[in-house]
């Protein structure tokens, strides 16, 4: 299997998009009662646009073993129908010992990610065990989007780099616990500055960056200071403004036209800054 980074890059090139599309399903929202058929009519309407999926698990086991009958079609769907879109597992798990190994089975086995998310708050050893793939990406929960987020990960703490908050003490530090390339951070688009201090001390780490649309973080700087000094390696998610983009029977149609739009104005941006695809 190819390494992480370079199956992401290809993702991104194929078609020269940063977007990546959040499937996080609500039956009371959709306008057809199906999640699987609710989440292939958004796969196909926007199969050319992304880089990636994101399906958040949160949403999927809330329905019970419908939810999860329906995730598995949802996987296999974009495998047919966006086989170069790298799918993301929005599991946030974390824990130690047999229990990271089994969740590692299930997000990378199991369930057939290509990345997950992971909440590193155990430390390096609730990590270690789900990068062990060098073609499996593990994106670990550095900086939310949600106001909270604040409460524990900015704190200062006194590290090798002097005072500095949490959060980009774990940045730096993460970043040194795989030789395979294959860890990214999440980020949210909704804290510019602190997106901005980790990009500098983290240049070719990919990241995944939560927060645009709906939450409201400005995508002009989340692209800005986001991505790599090659205008890669940075994919913004949008959940409900895309995929909840129409409450009605043309909900696929209006999930195309936001996807085209966010992709138009991410390239856009990316060209005004020498950075564009060709």
């Given at each position: 299997?190819?390494?992480?980074?370079?199956?992401?890059?290809?993702?991104?090139?194929?078609?020269?998009?940063?977007?990546?599309?959040?499937?996080?399903?609500?039956?009371?929202?959709?306008?057809?009662?199906?999640?699987?058929?609710?989440?292939?009519?958004?796969?196909?309407?926007?199969?050319?646009?992304?880089?990636?999926?994101?399906?958040?698990?949160?949403?999927?086991?809330?329905?019970?073993?419908?939810?999860?009958?329906?995730?598995?079609?949802?996987?296999?769907?974009?495998?047919?129908?966006?086989?170069?879109?790298?799918?993301?597992?929005?599991?946030?798990?974390?824990?130690?010992?047999?229990?990271?190994?089994?969740?590692?089975?299930?997000?990378?086995?199991?369930?057939?990610?290509?990345?997950?998310?992971v909440n590193p708050w155990g430390g390096q050893?609730?990590?270690?065990?789900?990068?062990?793939?060098?073609?499996?990406?593990?994106?670990?929960?550095?900086?939310?989007?949600?106001?909270?987020?604040?409460?524990?990960?900015?704190?200062?703490?006194?590290?090798?780099?002097?005072?500095?908050?949490?959060?980009?003490?774990?940045?730096?530090?993460?970043?040194?616990?795989?030789?395979?390339?294959?860890?990214?951070?999440?980020?949210?688009?909704?804290?510019?500055?602190?997106?901005?201090?980790?990009?500098?001390?983290?240049?070719?780490?990919?990241?995944?960056?939560?927060?645009?649309?709906?939450?409201?973080?400005?995508?002009?700087?989340?692209?800005?200071?986001?991505?790599?000094?090659?205008?890669?390696?940075?994919?913004?998610?949008?959940?409900?403004?895309?995929?909840?983009?129409?409450?009605?029977?043309?909900?696929?149609?209006?999930?195309?036209?936001?996807?085209?739009?966010?992709?138009?104005?991410?390239?856009?941006?990316?060209?005004?800054?020498?950075?564009?695809?060709?």
């Amino acid at each position: 299997m190819a390494k992480f980074l370079d199956r992401l890059d290809q993702a991104c090139q194929k078609t020269e998009s940063l977007v990546c599309v959040g499937l996080d399903v609500d039956p009371e929202r959709m306008p057809v009662p199906g999640v699987a058929d609710f989440n292939r009519a958004i796969v196909d309407a926007t199969a050319d646009l992304v880089c990636a999926y994101k399906p958040n698990l949160a949403f999927y086991e809330a329905l019970g073993i419908p939810g999860l009958v329906a995730l598995e079609e949802t996987v296999s769907h974009i495998r047919v129908r966006a086989p170069q879109a790298i799918i993301i597992g929005d599991a946030k798990r974390g824990d130690i010992g047999p229990s990271s190994a089994a969740y590692v089975k299930a997000m990378f086995e199991v369930w057939d990610f290509d990345a997950v998310t992971v909440n590193p708050w155990g430390g390096q050893d609730t990590v270690a065990p789900f990068l062990e793939d060098p073609g499996k990406g593990v994106f670990l929960w550095c900086r939310g989007s949600n106001p909270g987020s604040s409460d524990l990960q900015d704190l200062e703490i006194v590290g090798p780099e002097g005072n500095i908050p949490l959060f980009q003490h774990l940045a730096t530090s993460a970043t040194q616990w795989t030789s395979h390339g294959n860890l990214g951070l999440v980020l949210g688009a909704t804290f510019p500055d602190q997106l901005r201090s980790v990009r500098l001390s983290c240049p070719g780490v990919p990241f995944l960056i939560p927060g645009v649309g709906a939450q409201g973080g400005d995508l002009e700087v989340a692209v800005r200071d986001g991505v790599d000094a090659n205008g890669r390696r940075a994919i913004i998610n949008s959940s409900r403004g895309i995929i909840f983009a129409s409450a009605g029977r043309d909900f696929a149609q209006a999930a195309r036209r936001e996807t085209a739009r966010l992709r138009d104005r991410i390239n856009q941006i990316l060209e005004a800054g020498g950075q564009g695809w060709h």
